[in-house]
């Protein structure tokens, strides 16, 4: 009686059975770099907005401070978002014109809110309190980079659980001086203790042990 | 939290507030459904659908909530989740930031604001704090400065903040069942004033419900002024014409009885649930409580006040009881002649002897108990008792001088007619005579709650039947028969004012502006006072500018505000208000002479029938409430039944006539039948059937309608609260009853212990006997130590002795926590969500009066917590300040930890019942609280975003957060302060009651260490009360086991 | 001599495991023959029907299931586990006695092991994906269900390790692969044999791929034969450690009823006890259908009676220690449970129904006329089956629904949902179990085959006479 199989089957089945070893390995290892990839954590994305509202040049170029817009980042749990009227505080003399602003003072005309399209969003269950990060010492940069170099927004930090608890079990190397949290281009001074990223900040007496707690952040 | 009070002058538009919503937060496996429907919040479009849904006719009846229609909509929510699991792992849509385009200069994006108004619970005023997110009014705490509330609230306000989003509130104008616009209404309304000005208003009336409000009774009277033909009726299914008659028949004018508790060693409640039911019970509640735990804090005293309870149906305050008596409330009247006679009040008539054959002892003791204490004691007769009840409680109470001392009279803090049941009786027979051409309804219901035999429907339909204006917040049984109908404003978006029980008046301001453009009863009048179109705020603020001296207006008006009480001149009120020793010194009250009998009609024995006994229902009140989900599946107390009504009999009852649980029996009374399920209930009287008002619903929303039965079609002018001569017959039919505790008995088990004071003075630490006996402290497994914050471990203490039941931290947990409503047929699976549950359990050995004991059940946070150990992915952890946390969106739902928590407080999203499709319904959610989706564990979180809130505060003011500073919503909201929550390492109220040899935790031999413990009841029985009696009252053994 | 050999014949032996006059061939053939030769006849095509059409009831069951939530399900508060966690456990039992033959047996080397194993083996397998099902479904977010394995993600979370949950995934997956890979290494001898008689060239292709190349030489015979023993080795932990992991889910637990330290041993005498009743349930019918007389022998069917009866005895001494510990602990909550509520309380039904089948019904076997009473033995085997289930929800159901505080008390009633997906999840076994039937030989072939060739050998040794070669292939 014949051969039921010609000799190459005999590598065929190794690869087979090899594959069926490795195959599922790989595409594990595929998704572990998926969901870290911006794909997922939409790292240097940008995103369309109303109007091109540069970072770079209003804080950069003209050294306007956070606060000035973002009114509410050292009190409440939201930074807040200027109203209209904030930007047209300036933009009614300066570049009152500017095709690019027009949806600004439309928004004003018509009372319409104009509706910007979050960048640093996390999900509904995680509450994150502004207030307090900025109180404790830690710098608009460590989560939102240096968005004063940005023309147009987008993530620099990937916003994932396990980059907020880098920080959360170990604070001390983020953390500096309250006066210096707004300083985008702040190093620790050489000599300081910060430099050398051992000793937390004396002054902003961070509990860390109460930072891993879930109701921290989940509630 | 430390409320900031604004005067809101520019309430949010709708469109404003949708877009704040956008804080609400949900679990993960919803996000993917909250952040489309996020973008159908920002625009309001979906919401315009809904009103012109509304409008296009299919009002009120849209999709009725059964039970099916609601399994059908868990489908879809269902459905959607399921893709939302399989889309796990995609990229998170993009969400809106929606900046103000002029930002209010208070509003600070994240955080709550408060401001005071006061509710109005049958004309009674109960001042409030409302909290607000970014112009969305979210949760209702108590105004500490309000006499009526001292800072708790009772369950209708929790309530309130669900009635303002109901979504089947009425919206738009109705005319002749057609929509139509608020202008043709003032239209109307203009030429109405002018034919009624022309004729002085003949043919006009106005029927209003009980109204305190000072601004609306100057309104009307000044209408009536102008128009003196016309005429005020006023009307409320619950209400107090018998306490009124009585001290008319008493004291020759209709006045109020406002009770001093604080002042009362003895009282006796002659059917008075003084606890639950009538104005001032939050106030009346504090100040039992603390006169019941005075005993308790400090043993040597005997400052513990008694309480003698005579009840045809159990109740909060029998339940708080000493000595219960169960007697028909036919028979009320006996026994209080009983103790007139034992007292040697003048002019009391004979009791009946037969009537309460067998406990003379016990009358005799209570009276030797009242004389004991001349001045300091107390008799209260109750709403449901006729009007000479009434007169010869006031003669005992001055025959025993308790009247200026404990009691004292005041005149009705209510305005219009006096005898409100005469009043709505004589608008009948003038409708009926065909004299009333025009008719305005403003905020009563009377096609649902007037007595059936004045057949006020009829009346109104016949063609004699006047031009009907109806102002509703729905669009109910009266509106039906209405030709215009008006939607409502809510009070949380409307200005007002309103009295309390002591005349403190409290000033209503607005949340928000009105929904769905709703007007108030003001407003309707100001209409007919040629007074268009001056705003409601001004209507209010000419009132008091007139009232208060000129100079200082302004700053007395911003007072008020921020307050919620407004100060009169000169003081009104008796200044009992917050129980201030030398105000009240100063404060002497007005005399009004001595108590006569001589004109008082004594009702002459009536049959040995069954009699029928009418309440307003626990949750439901009038049925004022019946759309609102909350209320309808919050247990009523003691016979924790919700969604629906029962006819309660009692056990005895049941054996004689056969009756079983849920079966349904035809009640016969007079001509009227009406088909009821039947609930046993321990403790009612053998002759009375008690049922409760504000079911049977016909036509007021997807919620309420058909739920339960309509007792007020039994119920007639002439037996309002009670009536001889009920028949029972069983019918084979069932309707399932869903209670939420189906076991009543502690099989020995030590859950609630208690003493009697006598016992606890001579073993103070009775409730640690267990531990100490079952402790003997030798292991093989030496405790490995808890890991713990060296400076916050939180912790839960609740008094069982000053527990009385009421289930308002269950509702104000509701709302603080996002908890959905579940629906009947999940109750029914005991599938309801409530985090903290009242539990009720009977002690003794008679089942015809058992001793009742309540005991809240919140998460008991263990330190060693069985529910950790189990859970297979750390969705449920311990904090280092002693908190179990439960992280919704890590809970894959094996419900191990549900099993293995011997407390079983712990709840399950078996379907998806948040409800996050309903438009209304989102701004309503607390934007610190996470919504969970369907196929999560949920329980109490000692309301960690209000510990959270605090510790962020403090650590922004560089300090550490008090030991009392957070205060949870159950915390907040008991009338009797019987719940204390803080920091048990630093000084603190929580601190000092787990010192109290009264405190033992519950189920300690398990070894799961729990941070919520409890403090031991006391009982403070008549020593003289004969054994055979001892029996049959609250147990007087301390209980082990 | 002669003497002795005369008394010797004059004994009555115990029943052989092989019936005599079998050689190689015959025995080859007749099992080869179900597979491959012999027509479809219509007792398979009926169970098949009902098998199918149950397992479509399933999947009715599952999508419902997923669209609306573990609602369908009676399960409320306090009940939080109900039939789901029952049927894991029952079915999870009934995987135990496949390993338990092939492992342990044969390194006991029994030598009556060898016709039952195979089959025995498959039912393991079908049982054990049938009890897989149930964990999964039972979760309230069962697209979640990968966060139990620990795996790099970007939570940086881990499993809970203390929980008895997250060592079921371990326990089970493991007995899952090794009951595979004994089964398939067990299979490939005579998938050859499968290859080389099958006629049809798909057929040859697809047992030709599945045999790996088998060609009976000594060094494949070598090979096989440790790595068999080595598997065996490998799962013979595996039967005492499964169950025992998973009585832990309750041992582990604090409720009354759950909480005890005899669990182990006596769910492993319970699992044993039921899959040994499940073999029974197969084999008879089996060996009736296929004719297969002489090789599952009266004398397997009185051997595995023995083992109904001993585990039977050992699961009664487990419920009588529980009801003595409940009485001698003086726990009030323990003592509540044993004393009043399973016995007299709401499911005393179920409990009582529970003794008699688990305990009394087994006792029969001490007699032989009942072991060898094949239709009894068999309607014993299915009161077992039930027995073990009903122990199943007595554990969970009662416990649970009456706990520490009377307050959340609250009785248990299932759904049609409920019984639609336990009716599905036998669906799911009936089919695979008679796909097996159909495309693999029910009777491990090359071992059988040895089996003769020992009996020959002993035969011959008596009779002096040469032992016939031990065939590679026969044609």
């Known amino acids: 009686m014949p051969q039921v199989f010609h000799p190459s089957a005999n590598t065929l089945s190794r690869v087979v059975l090899f594959s069926l070893v490795v195959g599922p390995a790989a595409l594990l290892g595929l998704i572990y770099l998926l969901v870290r990839s911006p794909y997922q954590t939409q790292v240097g994305v940008v995103r369309e907005q109303p109007v091109q509202f540069s970072h770079e040049h209003h804080v950069n170029g003209l050294g306007i401070d956070c606060r000035f817009c973002h009114t509410s980042v050292e009190t409440s749990a939201s930074a807040g978002m200027p109203p209209t009227h904030t930007c047209m505080t300036c933009h009614s003399q300066i570049w009152s014109d500017s095709p690019m602003l027009e949806p600004v003072r439309a928004s004003l005309r018509n009372n319409e809110p104009l509706e910007w399209n979050r960048v640093h969003d996390l999900p509904d269950f995680v509450y994150f309190h502004h207030g307090v990060h900025v109180q404790k010492g830690v710098g608009c940069v460590e989560c939102h980079g240096r968005i004063d170099l940005m023309p147009l927004a987008h993530r620099e930090k990937p916003l994932t659980m396990e980059w907020c608890l880098e920080c959360h079990r170990n604070p001390e190397p983020r953390l500096r001086p309250k006066e210096d949290v707004f300083a985008m281009d702040w190093t620790p001074p050489a000599d300081s203790e910060l430099a050398r990223a051992s000793e937390p900040v004396p002054t902003n007496h961070v509990e860390v042990g109460q930072l891993t707690n879930c109701s921290i952040c989940h509630r | 939290m430390k409320p900031s009070y604004k005067d809101q002058e520019t309430p949010l538009t709708l469109t404003e507030l949708t877009r704040a919503a956008r804080a609400a937060s949900t679990s993960e496996a919803a996000s993917a459904r909250q952040w489309r429907s996020l973008s159908e919040?920002?625009?309001?479009?979906?919401?315009?659908?809904?009103?012109?849904?509304?409008?296009?006719?299919?009002?009120?009846?849209?999709?009725?909530?059964?039970?099916?229609?609601?399994?059908?909509?868990?489908?879809?929510?269902?459905?959607?989740?399921?893709?939302?699991?399989?889309?796990?792992?995609?990229?998170?849509?993009?969400?809106?930031?929606?900046?103000?385009?002029?930002?209010?200069?208070?509003?600070?994006?994240?955080?709550?604001?408060?401001?005071?108004?006061?509710?109005?619970?049958?004309?009674?005023?109960?001042?409030?704090?409302?909290?607000?997110?970014?112009?969305?009014?979210?949760?209702?705490?108590?105004?500490?400065?309000?006499?009526?509330?001292?800072?708790?609230?009772?369950?209708?306000?929790?309530?309130?903040?669900?009635?303002?989003?109901?979504?089947?509130?009425?919206?738009?104008?109705?005319?002749?069942?057609?929509?139509?616009?608020?202008?043709?209404?003032?239209?109307?309304?203009?030429?109405?004033?002018?034919?009624?000005?022309?004729?002085?208003?003949?043919?006009?009336?106005?029927?209003?419900?009980?109204?305190?409000?000072?601004?609306?009774?100057?309104?009307?009277?000044?209408?009536?002024?102008?128009?003196?033909?016309?005429?005020?009726?006023?009307?409320?299914?619950?209400?107090?014409?018998?306490?009124?008659?009585?001290?008319?028949?008493?004291?020759?004018?209709?006045?109020?009885?406002?009770?001093?508790?604080?002042?009362?060693?003895?009282?006796?409640?002659?059917?008075?649930?003084?606890?639950?039911?009538?104005?001032?019970?939050?106030?009346?509640?504090?100040a039992f409580a603390d006169r019941r735990s005075q005993g308790a804090d400090a043993p040597g005293e005997a400052a513990m006040n008694r309480l003698y309870v005579v009840e045809p149906t159990p109740t909060i305050t029998g339940a708080m009881a000493d000595h219960r008596l169960p007697v028909a409330a036919r028979d009320v009247s006996h026994a209080a002649r009983a103790l007139a006679k034992a007292l040697k009040v003048e002019g009391a008539p004979d009791a009946d002897a037969n009537r309460l054959a067998g406990h003379e002892t016990w009358f005799s003791a209570a009276a030797a108990d009242l004389l004991a204490h001349k001045g300091k004691s107390l008799v209260v007769v109750g709403e449901g008792q006729p009007a000479e009840v009434h007169a010869l409680g006031h003669a005992i109470n001055a025959a025993l001088g308790n009247i200026g001392e404990t009691v004292t009279l005041a005149p009705p803090t209510t305005a219009g007619p006096a005898d409100?049941?005469?009043?709505?009786?004589?608008?009948?027979?003038?409708?009926?005579?065909?004299?009333?051409?025009?008719?305005?309804?403003?905020?009563?219901?009377?096609?649902?709650?007037?007595?059936?035999?004045?057949?006020?429907?009829?009346?109104?339909?016949?063609?004699?039947?006047?031009?009907?204006?109806?102002?509703?917040?729905?669009?109910?049984?009266?509106?039906?028969?209405?030709?215009?109908?008006?939607?409502?404003?809510?009070?949380?978006?409307?200005?007002?004012?309103?009295?309390?029980?002591?005349?403190?008046?409290?000033?209503?301001?607005?949340?928000?502006?009105?929904?769905?453009?709703?007007?108030?009863?003001?407003?309707?009048?100001?209409?007919?006072?040629?007074e268009v179109g001056l705003p409601p705020r001004e209507t209010v603020r000419r009132y008091w500018r007139e009232r208060l001296p000129a100079e200082t207006f302004e700053a007395a008006w911003t007072q008020a505000l921020r307050d919620g009480v407004i100060k009169e001149q000169p003081a009104k009120s008796d200044a009992d208000a917050d129980g201030d020793e030398k105000a009240k010194a100063e404060a002497k009250p007005k005399q009004y002479g001595?108590?006569?009998?001589?004109?008082?009609?004594?009702?002459?024995?009536?049959?040995?029938?069954?009699?029928?006994?009418?309440?307003?229902?626990?949750?439901?009140?009038?049925?004022?409430?019946?759309?609102?989900?909350?209320?309808?599946?919050?247990?009523?107390?003691?016979?924790?039944?919700?969604?629906?009504?029962?006819?309660?009999?009692?056990?005895?009852?049941?054996?004689?006539?056969?009756?079983?649980?849920?079966?349904?029996?035809?009640?016969?009374?007079?001509?009227?039948?009406?088909?009821?399920?039947?609930?046993?209930?321990?403790?009612?009287?053998?002759?009375?059937?008690?049922?409760?008002?504000?079911?049977?619903?016909?036509?007021?929303?997807?919620?309420?309608?058909?739920?339960?039965?309509?007792?007020?079609?039994?119920?007639?002018?002439?037996?309002?609260?009670?009536?001889?001569?009920?028949?029972?017959?069983?019918?084979?039919?069932?309707?399932?009853?869903?209670?939420?505790?189906?076991?009543?008995?502690?099989?020995?088990?030590?859950?609630?212990?208690?003493?009697?004071?006598?016992?606890?003075?001579?073993?103070?630490?009775?409730?640690?006997?267990?531990?100490?006996?079952?402790?003997?402290?030798?292991?093989?497994h030496p405790d490995p130590p808890v890991p713990q914050n060296e400076h916050h471990a939180w912790a839960m203490a609740i008094d069982l002795n000053r527990c009385i039941g009421c289930n308002a931290c269950t509702i104000a947990c509701q709302a603080e926590n996002n908890i959905p409503v579940v629906g009947k047929d999940q109750v029914l699976l005991s599938r309801e969500m409530h985090w903290i549950r009242v539990d009720r359990y009977y002690e003794g050995e008679s089942e015809a009066n058992p001793g009742t004991v309540f005991q809240p059940v919140p998460c008991m946070h263990c330190e060693k917590a069985p529910c950790e150990l189990v859970c297979p992915v750390e969705a449920t952890l311990h904090s280092d300040e002693g908190l179990n946390e439960m992280v919704y969106n890590r809970c894959v739902g094996t419900r191990y930890c549900g099993n293995n928590c011997p407390y079983k407080v712990r709840r399950f999203n078996w379907f998806h019942y948040a409800d996050e499709t309903t438009p209304s319904l989102k701004p309503l959610n607390n934007p610190d609280v996470t919504v969970r989706s369907r196929g999560v564990m949920e329980k109490c979180t000692y309301c960690v975003q209000r510990i959270n809130e605090a510790r962020i505060n403090a650590k922004m003011a560089g300090r550490t957060v008090g030991g009392d500073e957070v205060v949870t919503a159950c915390q907040g909201v008991c009338p009797t302060r019987a719940i204390v929550f803080g920091n048990m390492l630093v000084e603190s109220a929580v601190t000092k009651a787990r010192q109290s040899p009264r405190h033992y935790a519950l189920l300690a031999g398990l070894g799961t260490r729990p941070r919520t413990t409890y403090l031991a009841r006391l009982n403070n029985p008549n020593p003289d009360a004969t054994p055979a009696e001892a029996s049959a009252e609250n147990s007087v053994e301390p209980r082990h086991g | 001599m002669a003497e002795l050999k005369r008394k010797a014949d004059r004994r009555p032996g115990p029943p052989p495991v092989l019936a005599p006059g079998h050689t190689f061939g015959s025995v080859t053939s007749k099992i080869s023959a179900i597979v491959l030769t012999d027509p479809y006849d219509w007792r398979w095509a009926i169970g098949m029907g009902i098998g199918s059409s149950l397992l479509l009831l399933f999947t009715v069951a599952v999508v419902h299931l997923l669209l609306h939530g573990v609602g369908v399900w009676g399960v409320n508060i306090p009940v939080m586990w109900g039939f789901a966690i029952i049927n894991f456990v029952w079915w999870i039992g009934i995987g135990h006695a496949g390993t338990l033959i092939s492992a342990i047996l044969l390194l006991l080397k029994q030598e009556w092991r060898t016709s039952i194993n195979r089959f025995a083996e498959a039912m393991t397998l079908f049982a054990v994906a049938c009890a897989g099902v149930f964990p999964l479904l039972h979760m309230g977010r069962p697209w979640k269900f990968y966060w139990l394995l620990p795996y790099p993600n970007t939570m940086a979370l881990l499993p809970q390790w203390r929980s008895p949950l997250v060592w079921d995934v371990f326990a089970?997956?493991?007995?899952?692969?090794?009951?595979?890979?004994?089964?398939?290494?067990?299979?490939?001898?005579?998938?050859?044999?499968?290859?080389?008689?099958?006629?049809?060239?798909?057929?040859?292709?697809?047992?030709?791929?599945?045999?790996?190349?088998?060609?009976?030489?000594?060094?494949?015979?070598?090979?096989?034969?440790?790595?068999?023993?080595?598997?065996?080795?490998?799962?013979?932990?595996?039967?005492?450690?499964?169950?025992?992991?998973?009585?832990?889910?309750?041992?582990?637990?604090?409720?009354?009823?759950?909480?005890?330290?005899?669990?182990?041993?006596?769910?492993?005498?319970?699992?044993?006890?039921?899959?040994?009743?499940?073999?029974?349930?197969?084999?008879?019918?089996?060996?009736?259908?296929?004719?297969?007389?002489?090789?599952?022998?009266?004398?397997?069917?009185?051997?595995?009676?023995?083992?109904?009866?001993?585990?039977?005895?050992?699961?009664?001494?487990?419920?009588?220690m529980e009801f003595f510990i409940a009485w001698y602990s003086g726990n009030p909550y323990e003592g509540f449970l044993f004393l009043d509520a399973r016995p007299f309380g709401w499911y005393h039904l179920a409990y009582r129904t529970m003794i008699f089948c688990n305990v009394l019904i087994p006792q029969l076997f001490w007699f032989p006329a009942c072991r060898r009473n094949i239709m009894l033995l068999w309607v014993c085997s299915l009161i077992v089956n039930v027995g073990m289930w009903l122990e199943r929800y007595v554990i969970v159901i009662t416990s649970l629904s009456q706990d520490f505080l009377p307050s959340s008390w609250a009785m248990y009633y299932p759904t049609f949902w409920d019984w639609a997906t336990f009716l599905g999840t036998i669906g799911l076994f009936l089919f695979l179990a008679f796909l097996f039937i159909r495309f693999l030989p029910v009777i491990a072939i090359a071992e059988m085959r040895e089996l003769v060739h020992e009996k020959d050998h002993h035969a011959a040794r008596h009779r002096g006479l040469p032992a016939a070669e031990p065939g590679g292939e026969t044609q």
């Open chain 2, 420 to 530: 409100q049941l005469g009043s709505l009786v004589e608008l009948t027979r003038a409708i009926e005579a065909g004299e009333v051409d025009a008719l305005l309804i403003l905020g009563a219901n009377p096609a649902y709650d007037a007595p059936v035999d004045l057949n006020l429907a009829e009346a109104l339909l016949n063609d004699r039947g006047p031009t009907l204006v109806h102002l509703g917040t729905h669009d109910n049984e009266t509106a039906a028969l209405a030709n215009w109908h008006v939607p409502e404003a809510h009070f949380l978006e409307a200005w007002g004012d309103v009295r309390a029980f002591d005349g403190t008046v409290a000033i209503q301001q607005p949340l928000i502006a009105p929904l769905y453009n709703g007007r108030t009863a003001g407003e309707i009048v100001a209409t007919l006072l040629g």
């Open chain 2, 41 to 286: 919040l920002a625009d309001d479009g979906s919401f315009l659908e809904e009103v012109s849904q509304a409008v296009s006719g299919v009002r009120g009846a849209i999709h009725g909530l059964d039970d099916a229609s609601r399994r059908k909509f868990m489908t879809l929510m269902g459905a959607s989740f399921a893709l939302a699991g399989v889309a796990g792992c995609s990229v998170q849509p993009i969400e809106k930031i929606i900046p103000y385009v002029e930002q209010p200069e208070d509003i600070v994006p994240g955080k709550p604001m408060f401001f005071a108004t006061a509710a109005v619970a049958g004309g009674d005023g109960v001042g409030l704090l409302v909290e607000s997110h970014m112009g969305r009014p979210t949760k209702i705490e108590g105004n500490p400065t309000h006499p009526a509330s001292l800072g708790a609230t009772d369950v209708f306000s929790q309530a309130e903040m669900l009635a303002l989003y109901d979504p089947d509130r009425s919206q738009v104008v109705v005319h002749e069942g057609r929509v139509d616009t608020w202008e043709r209404f003032l239209a109307f309304a203009v030429d109405l004033r002018d034919r009624k000005l022309a004729n002085k208003g003949k043919g006009l009336r106005i029927l209003t419900q009980t109204v305190t409000s000072p601004t609306l009774a100057d309104q009307l009277n000044r209408l009536l002024e102008a128009m003196p033909e016309a005429k005020w009726h006023s009307y409320e299914p619950v209400t107090r014409d018998a306490a009124r008659r009585g001290a008319e028949l008493a004291f020759g004018e209709p006045l109020e009885p406002v009770l001093h508790l604080d002042k009362a060693d003895v009282i006796v409640s002659l059917d008075a649930d003084f606890l639950s039911w009538g104005p001032g019970r939050l106030h009346h509640a504090r």
């Open chain 3, 172 to 320: 089970v997956s493991t007995y899952a692969t090794v009951s595979v890979l004994f089964w398939y290494v067990g299979l490939i001898p005579d998938l050859a044999t499968l290859r080389d008689r099958a006629v049809s060239r798909p057929a040859q292709l697809i047992y030709g791929s599945l045999s790996l190349g088998w060609r009976g030489s000594a060094r494949h015979w070598a090979r096989y034969k440790s790595a068999y023993i080595l598997l065996a080795g490998l799962a013979t932990p595996l039967v005492v450690s499964v169950h025992t992991v998973v009585s832990f889910d309750f041992a582990a637990g604090v409720i009354p009823g759950w909480h005890t330290t005899i669990f182990p041993p006596y769910f492993v005498a319970g699992a044993i006890f039921s899959g040994f009743a499940m073999v029974v349930t197969l084999a008879v019918p089996l060996r009736a259908a296929y004719g297969l007389h002489d090789f599952i022998t009266d004398r397997h069917l009185d051997n595995m009676a023995k083992i109904l009866l001993a585990t039977g005895s050992i699961v009664g001494y487990g419920y009588a």
């Open chain 2, 594 to 780: 001595e108590p006569k009998l001589d004109k008082v009609k004594w009702a002459d024995a009536p049959t040995e029938e069954l009699e029928i006994v009418f309440r307003p229902d626990p949750t439901l009140w009038d049925g004022r409430y019946a759309n609102n989900g909350w209320l309808q599946e919050l247990p009523k107390p003691i016979t924790t039944l919700t969604w629906g009504n029962a006819a309660l009999v009692s056990p005895a009852l049941a054996e004689r006539l056969g009756l079983q649980n849920n079966q349904v029996v035809e009640l016969e009374y007079r001509e009227a039948v009406v088909e009821a399920p039947v609930w046993i209930t321990p403790g009612q009287a053998d002759d009375s059937v008690t049922v409760h008002l504000g079911h049977g619903r016909t036509r007021v929303g997807r919620v309420g309608n058909g739920v339960g039965f309509n007792a007020y079609a039994l119920r007639r002018s002439d037996a309002l609260w009670f009536g001889d001569g009920l028949k029972v017959s069983a019918t084979s039919k069932r309707i399932p009853l869903a209670v939420t505790q189906h076991h009543h008995n502690m099989e020995g088990r030590e859950l609630v212990r208690s003493a009697t004071i006598g016992q606890y003075r001579e073993t103070p630490d009775f409730a640690q006997a267990e531990e100490q006996s079952s402790h003997h402290g030798m292991s093989l």
